[in-house]
């Protein structure tokens, strides 16, 4: 069965310290990879997009990494305003199959 | 692009009642999504339509659930006979008609049954 698991599920980190979100996957055929961030409340914002192992993309302080089992989220030097909850999920035939997240909070 | 609107943003009903939400996608975009979030989980998929054409259904669809998109813009989500467990927060994607295009979200429904 093909399912898409995060760790850690809360993660507390100091303003400036870098540290990585894992995203571990299963999946018959990846269509896309893709993270989100969700706010308190808010729905589900698009970060990036990765369709193949090796691939990399970089917005701001995040970078998304891509292997054939498993997705990284980079964070270099947070802020509080980083505090979110990252949500990966998998491109399946239409629909997103989602992780269950990562708590993320960035202590000043 | 003004984004994915939902509403209500909450709804508060007693058991047994009848509930609808809408969900206006961003106007170019052909597919629209609905899901359901529970707190500490990650979306799951509800139902997606291309245009007017519902295609796929989760089989967590129980028969009180049904979804419209008439002329293939704005979306309604109807719960019939609420319960308990379909307290969740209800969301609605869009995106492009080409593969594998980001969904895009709106802030979502958030529903409590009393």
């Known amino acids: 069965e093909d399912q898409v698991t995060q760790s850690p599920e809360a993660l507390r980190l100091q303003e400036g310290e870098s540290s990585s979100l894992n995203c571990s996957y299963t999946v018959s055929g990846l269509r896309g990879l893709f993270w989100y961030r969700q706010d308190p409340g808010k729905g589900p914002e698009f970060l990036f997009t990765?369709?193949?192992a090796g691939e990399e993309k970089e917005k701001e302080r995040l970078k998304a990494t891509l292997t054939k089992k498993e997705s990284f989220l980079h964070i270099t030097a947070p802020k509080p305003e980083d505090s979110a909850t990252y949500l990966c999920?998998?491109?399946?035939?239409?629909?997103?199959?989602f992780g269950q997240g990562t708590r993320l909070t960035i202590n000043p | 692009d003004t984004g994915v609107s939902q509403n209500p943003r909450h709804k508060i009903t007693k058991r047994g009642q009848n509930v609808t939400f809408r969900c206006d996608p961003i106007?170019?975009?052909?597919?629209l999504y609905w899901y359901r979030q529970t707190l500490g989980q990650g979306p799951e998929f509800l139902t997606y339509f291309q245009n007017e054409a519902q295609l796929e259904k989760s089989r967590l669809l129980s028969d009180r659930f049904s979804a419209e998109r008439p002329k293939g813009s704005f979306s309604t989500l109807e719960i019939q006979r609420t319960e308990q467990g379909d307290s969740a927060m209800y969301l609605c994607?869009?995106?492009?008609?080409?593969?594998?295009?980001?969904?895009?979200f709106g802030d979502g429904t958030r529903l409590s049954i009393l």
């Open positions: 106007s170019e975009h052909n597919r």
């Open positions: 999920a998998f491109q399946g035939a239409q629909k997103l199959v």
């Open positions: 994607a869009s995106s492009k008609g080409q593969p594998n295009q980001p969904q895009h």
């Open positions: 990765l369709y193949s």
